[in-house]
């Protein structure tokens, strides 16, 4: 007897692109076909792409995806496919769907019955629940269909459609990375399956969309919650897995810092690709942050496409050109060697009659990158590259970065890195290549802006690791003072913190986009209002 | 026999000034009983302040909302008091909540049951929707509770309360302001009042939040749908009214531009001192938008606070230094003129190196714009003073602007305003004033960026008259290509305008907030992916 052989189809869509989306998993089926498969899954809202946002409210998107999902149906043929898309009903309702189909018609459709409206989520916004669970005929199998959330939840589908007699549970996903997710993932899948006795297929969506990355790392857990086949992370992949059988490939999974080393690089790659640009230009400063982001840039897009571009002045060491330069030269990118002097010095001839007698103080250092800002993006206009920003997620947090400066460009790789792990990121960047890409002495030296003369970050922030602890505990836990003096942090530096990060939410606001690699990033997953009085 | 005399404190409160909305609230609870009121009611979440955002997932936040309503509660005597704020139930989950006041002691909680979760409202996010209606005793009658949303939808608590036996409804809102919308809330009152016969009291927010501006006209409807009494609209007002006598003061209401004008005068005043500004720096072009922008800044602050700064260049033609003098002087403002000159030309000679060969392009032009940025973003660092940007919706919406150039500021003030309605407006401004306030050449040249040689926004764009319809269907409408050449719109014209708009998701993105004045403005009520090969 053949085994119940099943693809997973881990496909990168691209949002928007219904055309493009559909003939990817026409393909896709086909393979899948070929392969012996005789279901192919495909991942959540795979036919508009993941996650649409308001395209959801254009009338004329949604029954192009319709549309799209009709013609797949009738293609269908030789097996059983698992489609996501946007259903309608005749009320103007519209459900995050999981489509069936086979030999050439509409077998069913599930609609998901969770739908989550937290963090980056905002499904509700959108979509109908589903009103209840479903089952269909796959080869000798009952299959029971669920999507993403419907297994996070209590009260899911799942336990109803395996009492109804499923033999099999998938679910189709579009679920964003953060770090250690997958583990997350795996665990619940390996519970469900040994709670209900039942394989459990699960296909991610892989690729980047704007701010979120998805990893990939599609599964298949057996009844006894044991591992059967893993696909690749952030990679394209079909996994087929005899599910009844021999099981299917384990792929290596990354762990820690390759981990989030590869999200990053998927991040920027499919920002860069999907959105057409020819190459990205990154500011090298000679300082850690801009190094890591011009490694990151060259892993996704290869050497020839970045563009490196130092821009000294006279607070600039002379230690971090030559260190910008040995980067550069270690990367095997071009790199431009501007200075901002001269344009400087007009800007203070200019601004010497309202400014007059007046002392120094932030305004000169932000002009300063504000010119670096400037200089960048007429690159960027002129040549059509991207400007990566360099900003790391504790100097977003705490507003340490110039609006319109250093936080100029389009995309911010680093943004949801804390400095700490910048650090070691580095590290394993260097130890994946087998040699100090990154000079050592970046590794070592402190931290400055070189905005003014012996500037360190530590003279207006606490030391990074004393600033990272505090910044997790509040941006990312939500933690009052009290709770964070308690956990040992001293109360001082728990209330300058608190008050930096309030009130640079206005700077946050108007930053560039960047990749989430935490359960919860500085974009839209944190949306806290500007004119806030707050005490936390 | 005394009347039913309620109060409805339509109050300015400060989103996470927990303390500062107590105290308010008590005061004014204080005014309401020595007017000899048998009920006072608060708006929606009057505690925390409204959209509080992600600050509903901060615990501590939480729990001080409701200490601040036990105190509150404790100290209200000699008559009811309604307010709204965040209740928590013992499992942790959280409701938009109107707590009832009475004799020192709280009577009764109602859960808001319908949660508004489309446009700007994320209410899913947070709170979880109330199990049933609620009827309380106060004075003679018994009075039925709804918060905002419960009466714009089918199936809300309202009928079902009257029929239990209520004699007056209150409803507690935060209701965001767009063009019109108080004449649909009174519709929406009177349909009710008919429909069950019953009275309708609607206490609302007044005062700006970040992108929202609320617009207060709290009113009562008798139980012929008769409007009994009016608050005022855009400011602070205790509105007093017998309900089963005289009624009380009906305030006159703005209508059509002087309501516009209104609403972007409060929304500017509020982000200003709500964030604690000093005053506010508009670079004036002697054009019309940052004519109108300076205007209102002016209204809203007065003139002491409102610096303007022009900032010439060789493309800068005479009558636009002129005319923005002419405003500067109407306008009783000072005016720093400064010029982009010398500085234009140390980026050029910087950049002379990477650009060798290659044409003038868009590329210098945003230098341009970007150096203005600089500079007013350095007068604003040196004296604490917000900068309006001056974009309009028109600009905003295909991108017609510089990314860290004319878009760097703090503030937009007519981001959400079409530039056919700049126009409207400021003629409005000027009739008001009594005179051309704004230089009635500013109203009558055609418009420029100044960016280069003789140029006209109309060498970019269509003429305002044909684009702001278009933008109007696709922008605020989600319509098709077709939908909008079915409408009579030019094909090639809607397909370069839809272009336009979707390419340049990455500026909106990055850009200032600004206050809604329509039914869709371009901050958090629309979210489009930047990454987007959609067709619409």
């Not at 928007?16 to 393979?31: M, V």
């Not at 149906?73 to 489509?99: E, L, M, P, S």
């Not at 974009?523 to 806290?528: F, I, S, V, Y």
Request: aromatic share 6%.
């Amino acid at each position: 007897m053949k085994p119940l052989r099943i693809a997973l189809a881990q496909i990168n869509t691209i949002v928007g692109d219904i055309p493009g989306n559909a003939r990817k998993i026409l393909e896709t089926t086909a393979r899948a076909r070929e392969a012996g498969a005789v279901l192919v899954v495909f991942p959540e809202l795979a036919i508009p792409g993941y996650p649409p946002e308001d395209l959801l409210l254009r009338v004329s998107f949604l029954e192009e995806n319709v549309r799209a999902w009709k013609e797949i149906a009738r293609q269908v043929k030789g097996i059983t496919a698992v489609v996501g898309f946007v259903d309608r009903d005749a009320r103007g309702r519209n459900y995050n769907a999981a489509g069936i189909a086979a030999g050439g018609r509409v077998r069913g459709v599930y609609h998901k019955m969770h739908l989550p409206n937290y963090g980056v989520f905002d499904e509700a916004r959108y979509f109908s629940p589903g009103k209840g669970p479903m089952l269909f005929p796959a080869g000798r199998s009952a299959i029971g269909i669920t999507v993403c959330e419907d297994i996070w939840v209590r009260g899911g589908p799942l336990p109803r459609e395996v009492k109804a007699g499923a033999r099999l549970i998938v679910n189709l996903s579009s679920s964003p990375y953060h770090a250690g997710k997958w583990e997350t993932r795996r665990e619940l899948m390996a519970r469900h399956a040994v709670a209900s006795r039942c394989p459990v297929a699960y296909c991610n969506l892989v690729g980047g969309q704007d701010e979120l990355v998805f990893d990939g790392g599609s599964m298949v857990v057996s009844a006894k919650g044991k591992l059967l086949a893993r696909a690749r992370m952030f990679e394209e992949d079909l996994l087929l897995c005899d599910v009844d059988g021999n099981g299917g490939r384990i792929d290596p999974a990354p762990k820690d810092e390759e981990e989030i080393f590869r999200a990053l690089v998927a991040g920027t790659r499919d920002y860069v690709e999907k959105n057409r640009f020819p190459g990205v230009i990154v500011g090298l400063s000679g300082g850690i942050d801009s190094s890591l982001v011009a490694g990151i840039a060259v892993e996704a897009l290869g050497a020839a496409r970045v563009l490196g571009v130092t821009m000294s002045s006279i607070y600039t060491a002379k230690m971090s050109v030559e260190d910008a330069h040995a980067l550069a030269s270690n990367l095997g990118i071009r790199c431009i060697d501007l200075s901002i002097g001269d344009i400087y010095r007009t800007f203070e001839s200019e601004l010497s009659g309202p400014f007059q007698g007046l002392s120094a103080d932030a305004t000169e250092e932000n002009i300063q990158a504000r010119i670096r800002g400037t200089i960048l993006m007429a690159l960027s206009n002129k040549f059509g590259h991207l400007v990566l920003t360099t900003g790391n997620k504790s100097e977003m947090s705490v507003g340490y970065a110039t609006l319109y400066g250093d936080m100029a460009g389009g995309f911010a790789v680093i943004k949801d890195l804390f400095k700490t792990n910048v650090y070691r990121l580095s590290r394993y960047f260097n130890g994946k290549s087998g040699r100090a890409v990154i000079p050592e002495r970046v590794l070592t030296r402190p931290p400055s802006a070189e905005l003014a003369p012996d500037q360190r970050d530590s003279d207006s922030l606490p030391e990074y690791d004393v600033l990272d602890p505090i910044l997790r505990m509040y941006v990312e836990g939500d933690k009052s003072i009290p709770e964070m003096v308690a956990a040992g942090n001293p109360e001082e530096v728990v209330r300058r913190v608190v008050g930096l990060v309030d009130n640079s939410e206005y700077k946050r606001r108007q930053a560039p986009p960047g990749i989430k690699i935490t359960p919860r990033a500085l974009g839209r997953d944190r949306r806290m209002p500007i004119t806030n009085r707050s005490n936390a």
